[in-house]
């Protein structure tokens, strides 16, 4: 089982910046697509974004698009979601999930295609 540890939440002013880690403690993560996910006070957990094991692939909510940018390195077995120009809205734990998939071009960004995920990090924005 794939373990990953979120990490780099916290308090941050609108417009800010945040560099999430997911990190894996076990296994190489090459051959897992690798989602970020978040959820605020009474809504559901949604996804953020993906990176796929071949090629490159990634995806993004609508919401976060040219805000939120995804980075594999797997030397690390870490995955970071980098966070420009936050806004308040984007207050929530924010959480990591892998699926081992093989090499493949694409991902997912619903919940329910992750077998393994990590426990949280907390993400306030807020002046």
């Known amino acids: 089982q794939l373990q990953l540890v979120e990490s780099g939440g916290g308090l941050v002013q609108p417009g800010g910046s945040l560099r999430l880690s997911c990190a894996s403690s076990r296994f190489t993560l090459d051959f897992y697509n690798i989602g970020w996910f978040r959820q605020a006070p009474g809504k559901e957990r949604e996804g953020v974004s993906c990176a796929s094991t071949h090629g490159g692939g990634t995806k993004y909510a609508d919401s976060v698009k040219g805000r939120f940018t995804i980075v594999r390195d797997n030397d690390k077995r870490t995955v970071y979601l980098q966070m420009n120009n936050l806004k308040p809205e984007d207050t929530a734990v924010y959480y990591c999930?892998?699926?081992?998939?093989?090499?493949?071009?694409?991902?997912?960004?619903?919940?329910?295609?992750?077998?393994?995920w990590g426990q949280g990090t907390q993400v306030t924005v807020s002046s």
């Open positions: 999930a892998g699926k081992w998939v093989g090499l493949r071009p694409d991902c997912k960004t619903d919940k329910g295609e992750y077998e393994d």
